[in-house]
């Protein structure tokens, strides 16, 4: 046990498992020993117990229903179990992490009642359905969350936080593929203050259904990362994003898939099509895997919608180990009228046909300062020395193009690279 700064207490186990903790084989504390230890602890706001748990046999002289840190405000608790962890559970905390679901103490809004970041998680392959009621109910019981880490949730818990008028952010994090959430029938009041949603799950289909029951009038940052997901599946959640009243408000959105499909993009399914109302929009990025088309028009429609984008990164493919072709069709002529659009562009990442050198460059005169990063992904490219002159004269502030073909596109980049004013930034890139 030690102190690492004012008011923070730290007690941990070394991480090397053959050497002796520095508990072992010591006592509980004596009585002198408990009067020290409870005058030190009442200094103690921040608290971090993490992994082994046989240090803590050394309170047992404390009985269950103590509260030996009374004026905690934050607890982070590794262990998994819930063996005296009531003893750290101070009606002062404001900010409280448990690494699981504990089953025999109360809801933890009651102990706790002016909690207002609450995150309960797990990492064991064990944790199923059957503790979602459970933590469910740990998050209607509290009342003051502004906050809120978990892994999945039943109807009545999101009825619960739809209420809150404080709360804030969601970062949603688990794999129960078996739990599948049931809105119908339910009515849920808008989301007044979320600003932040963040989804890791296995698949977007709890996703879709939260964002057609739900508005979030002042949403701002929306990131989901889910193992796989169709094309049909991706084009139905940009369309539930858009029709759940953020259009206005917006600035980050990133969808992340990690797994392929077999399928291929159609027009008519097109994620981007659902995002063009977002006005506000300064940050896009999609990586899915196959599921992006875009064309000349679209690109072209897309950057008159959103005035303020600064980082526009489109990933249809993101396999890096088979390099697929492209079927995005935005040539170079569809690139610079697009860009035209959008003076604040900072990053782009797209594949485009870089074969079709459509535009005659001694007859251009427009130049766009503000791109530095270029990302053409897997763009098939045959005239490297045409590609230079393009990015050169057209593109003055990029400082190297980043590629997964190598080939043509990794003399582009070593060019671009060496006549770089700040290389160093690009190598970093």
Request: charged residues 20%; glycine residues 4%.
């Amino acid at each position: 046990m030690h102190w690492q700064g004012q008011g923070w207490l730290s007690w941990s186990q070394g991480f090397e498992p053959w050497y002796r903790t520095w508990s072992e084989g010591i006592e509980p504390l004596s009585e002198h020993e408990t009067r020290q230890f409870l005058r030190h602890a009442a200094r103690v706001r921040y608290l971090s117990i993490r992994r082994a748990n046989n240090h803590l046999d050394l309170l047992t002289a404390f009985p269950i229903e103590a509260r030996i840190f009374p004026r905690l405000l934050a607890l982070n608790w590794e262990p998994h179990t819930d063996a005296r962890v009531h003893l750290f559970l101070s009606p002062t905390l404001r900010r409280c992490a448990l690494q699981d679901v504990h089953s025999d103490f109360k809801s933890i809004g009651t102990c706790l009642p002016g909690l207002e970041s609450l995150s309960l998680w797990s990492d064991r392959e064990d944790f199923r359905a059957s503790n979602v009621s459970l933590l469910s109910e740990d998050v209607r019981s509290c009342r003051q969350l502004k906050h809120l880490r978990c892994s999945s949730l039943d109807s009545a818990a999101w009825k619960h936080l739809s209420n809150l008028p404080n709360f804030t952010t969601l970062l949603m994090y688990g794999a129960l593929n078996e739990v599948t959430l049931d809105l119908d029938g339910v009515i849920l009041t808008p989301f007044l203050n979320i600003t932040s949603l963040y989804f890791r799950l296995d698949s977007a289909i709890n996703v879709i259904t939260i964002l057609q029951h739900s508005k979030f009038p002042s949403l701002k940052m929306f990131i989901v990362y889910v193992d796989a997901i169709h094309c049909s599946e991706a084009e139905q959640l940009c369309r539930a994003l858009a029709q759940c009243n953020t259009r206005h408000t917006l600035e980050y959105v990133s969808i992340h898939s990690f797994n392929p499909t077999d399928e291929r993009p159609d027009k008519t399914l097109a994620v981007i099509k659902p995002l063009l109302c977002l006005s506000q929009l300064r940050d896009l990025k999609l990586t899915l895997r196959r599921s992006i088309y875009l064309d000349n028009d679209l690109l072209l429609e897309a950057m008159s919608s959103w005035p303020h984008i600064q980082d526009l990164d489109l990933d249809s493919t993101n396999l890096r180990y088979d390099n697929p072709p492209s079927t995005n069709t935005v040539t170079f002529r569809g690139l610079f009228a697009a860009l035209r659009l959008c003076p604040h562009l900072l990053r782009l990442s797209l594949d485009m046909d870089a074969a079709n050198i459509d535009i005659d460059i001694e007859s251009e005169t427009f130049q766009h300062t503000s791109l530095k990063y270029l990302d053409v992904g897997s763009s098939i490219a045959e005239d490297p020395e045409a590609i230079i002159r393009i990015i050169s004269t057209m593109l003055p502030s990029v400082q190297g193009v980043r590629h997964q073909r190598g080939g043509v596109w990794s003399q582009v980049h070593n060019v671009i690279l060496n006549t770089c004013r700040h290389p160093h930034v690009c190598r970093r890139w």
